[in-house]
């Protein structure tokens, strides 16, 4: 427990944050309709499959278990950074490496293949935040996994930092792991929370195929907007799989020479038709915001205090709203009042609301601040605070994080609301644990990669056990039209993931099978009486959060981060 003094100066920076983001969008809506006082469909009068009421999914960036929780709970705690401390009820049946010892010593990367990134797991400290991304694409993740034996991680996927002392300077760097001295705010989460050790991307590869996994549990039936690329990989029945990151075709700062959209429902589409306000709140969606630094538009950015250079806030590939036609706001058109976000309809009228369920992140608090609190809100932080390595690092992500599930403990409907944090994808970096692959994928289109960092060589796209294969025959799964596909290989890497409610069990680690499809089957079984996307989403296959939760038993901490550490500030009941 920290002083009265830090926890009054912790307040105030909650206060000046609530106003900064308040000011912020009142100045950036513009002239808006005058308020109805038909607010719509309230959230906490819908009828739902168990107390949550509110559900808010922070998507982040690129991060495996084991590369964030391998030690977990064990901190080194040197002197000078944030401890933690775990409880003494802390679970030890964790899968991560920490309760693999030889992992740690004896590593199966620690071999020839991988050259001079021959290594074992490391950690990282403090002043290592700022990494460099490694490479994460379809192909790569599957040779770095070697067919199961994850022992060549450094050859496929690991990338250094140049001039970075020791193994921080070369590929061996993806074994690089951070402990509770730096993503301390995650651990805390964690030891008050539920968090999962059997967590999944739904296929191997980059930002895009897990966003779209996330939104719709599906990456096939894409349609080419415009280029051509190997990141469209042809799924072998006349039709095209996503395998790698392109800009969604609907949006005004996507590339105008390579897109593409996707012809699949989406979790979007289902409340919409049940009048489920819900809405996808993204850093840097309102083109009318000028930024401190004098940035707007598409070109909105902002300066890391982390890494010091100014970062984009907006990427398009990772904006899931703007691949399907049914949910795009093209021209990132503003809500025409405050009552409307979230909302299909302008209340109290039969017109369609421009923004279709599209707004920026300040938006997210000056709802939630004024009472309107979708039922449904997915939220992605601005660039510099995503946790992609190479534009965000966990010191930046942990304050944005922080001051959002602070902010969201301060609501009046915090009793009925549950968050939780998961991944896009690994970032390639190394994680020990292996699923084979339930969804086969058997191309042998040629993809250009790098080995041990050298000049890149021709390999087929599925190579995770043998050339053109991944899985057994008979495994490729169904696409949108009903039919067996390639392109859709997984499981993939194994994902954080977190759920912080008072409904979420305490100190919980679960070890139930789950994936990104997960998180639209949880809204789905919670609000819409279990219908499913159909058309091959992994949503009807996959496993089910529930057992995070315990909703017989209400956790009732409250718990209050410091923005700055992750420390914990406050701690009651």
Known sequence: MRSNKMRDTIRKSLLSTAAMFAVATIASIGPVAADKDDHGTNPNKLKTATPIKHL???????????????????????????????????????NNLLSNPSLLTNNPNLNPGNGVGASNPFRLDRTQANTRSQNHAYTPEQLASDGGKMDLFPAWTGAGTAGGAGAFGTTAQVMGIFDGNTVTAFWNYAQNYAMSDNMWGDTFGPSTPGLLNMFAGQTNGIVVGAGNSSNALPDGQGGVTLIGDIDPTFDVCSSKTSNVSLAAKNIGDLPNTANVPWGSFYGGFNLQ?????????????????????????????????????????????????????GHTLVPGTNTVDPANHNYDLDDFFTAVGSGNFPAVSFIKLAAFQDEHPGNSDPLDARTGVVNLINFLQGQPDWESTAVI?????????????????????????????????????PVAADELN???VCGVPGTAPNGVKGLPVNGRCGVGPRLPLLVIS??????????????????????EDNWLDGERLGGGSFDATTGSIMSLFDFKKKNNVKLILSPDTGEVVEKSK
């Open 466 to 468: 043998g050339t053109g």
């Open 421 to 457: 944090i998961t991944y896009d994808d690994s970032d390639g970096w190394y994680d020990h644990a292996f699923v084979p692959p339930a969804h086969g994928s058997f191309s042998t289109a040629t993809q250009n990669v790098r080995n041990n960092g050298g000049p890149a060589i």
């Open 56 to 94: 808010v999914v922070i998507f982040n960036e690129n991060r495996s278990f084991d590369h964030y929780f391998g030690t977990y709970p064990n901190a080194l705690n040197p002197e000078g950074e944030p401890r933690f401390e775990p409880a003494k009820d802390t679970p030890t049946d964790i």
């Open 502 to 523: 008072p409904w979420a069990k305490k100190n919980h680690v679960d070890h139930t099978f789950v994936t990104q499809a997960s998180v639209p089957q949880f809204i």
């Open 289 to 341: 915001t000028v930024n401190a630094n004098g940035t707007s538009g598409c070109a909105r950015s902002t300066v890391s205090p982390v890494i010091g250079v100014a970062i984009p806030d907006y990427i398009p590939h990772h904006i899931w709203n703007q691949y399907f036609t049914s949910t795009a706001n093209p021209n990132h058109l503003r809500p025409t009042s405050t009552k409307a976000i």
